[in-house]
């Protein structure tokens, strides 16, 4: 039998506290309560199909008919070898170019992807981990092209380096230059000012 209440409120909080002084109020630090002061019934949560084809101009034409259709922010969907790093023509590379999802190679490659999207009001989401420092930098510099500021640009790049180790397998460098690669970009975004999540946690890969 679990000691487990079904349900909890005030009356339990530990030592007498004060829970809504400690927990504070929607949008406010330490944001227990959410990071919104009105959280979905004043900004609605954001839409995004995951996706990526082949080449950047294939995805492109899946992302204008995705944002087209309603949605209201992108997630990249990239291949093998853009995950581990490998350039499109890398003998290591044969066979996996574009398989499961769209190949990176150049900012080129990644100006194409975007081209037309306006990235001052559609967050992107980069499901990319031992590369995402590389990536983020493409973003920033096509950002910086289509006359976005690094404040301006919006999404969030996995960079979950541990979960490469624990689950997956697609890491470049050892564990420890990994992790410094990792929190560089947590730094990067925070000193930029940019609104982007520097890392998202993927633990239902660990389980």
């Known amino acids: 039998m679990s000691d487990r209440k079904p349900i909890y409120g005030p009356d339990d909080w530990p030592g007498g506290a004060d829970p809504a002084g ?3 109020r929607p949008g406010a630090f330490p944001y227990a309560r959410g990071v919104h002061p009105l959280m979905y019934r004043g ?3 954001t839409m995004r199909q995951y996706a990526g084809f082949g080449t950047a101009e294939e995805t492109n034409a899946r992302f204008r008919h995705l ?5 209201t922010g992108l997630s990249v969907a ?7 790093g490998y350039d499109s023509d890398h003998p290591m590379a044969e066979g996996e170019v574009g398989r499961a999802g769209v190949a990176i190679d150049t900012v080129d490659d ?3 992807l975007f081209d037309g999207i306006p990235l001052d009001r559609v967050s992107t989401s980069m499901t990319i981990n031992a590369t995402a420092p590389v990536l983020l930098a ?12 690094r404040g301006k640009l919006q999404g969030t ?7 490469e180790f624990i689950a997956r397998g697609t890491y470049i460098y050892p564990i420890e230059p990994s992790l410094r690669l990792a929190t560089d970009v947590c730094r990067f975004v925070t000193i930029e000012g940019m609104s982007f999540n520097p890392i998202s946690v993927s633990g239902y890969h660990m389980r």
Do not use: C, S
């Open 22 to 24: 400690e927990l504070g």
């Open 43 to 45: 900004k609605l949560w």
């Open 67 to 71: 944002l087209a259709a309603g949605q």
């Open 78 to 84: 990239f291949d093998l070898p853009t995950q581990m």
């Open 110 to 112: 990644l100006a194409r």
């Open 138 to 149: 493409m973003y920033v510099v096509v950002g910086e092209e289509h006359g976005v500021a």
């Open 157 to 163: 790049v996995q960079n979950d380096i541990l979960k």
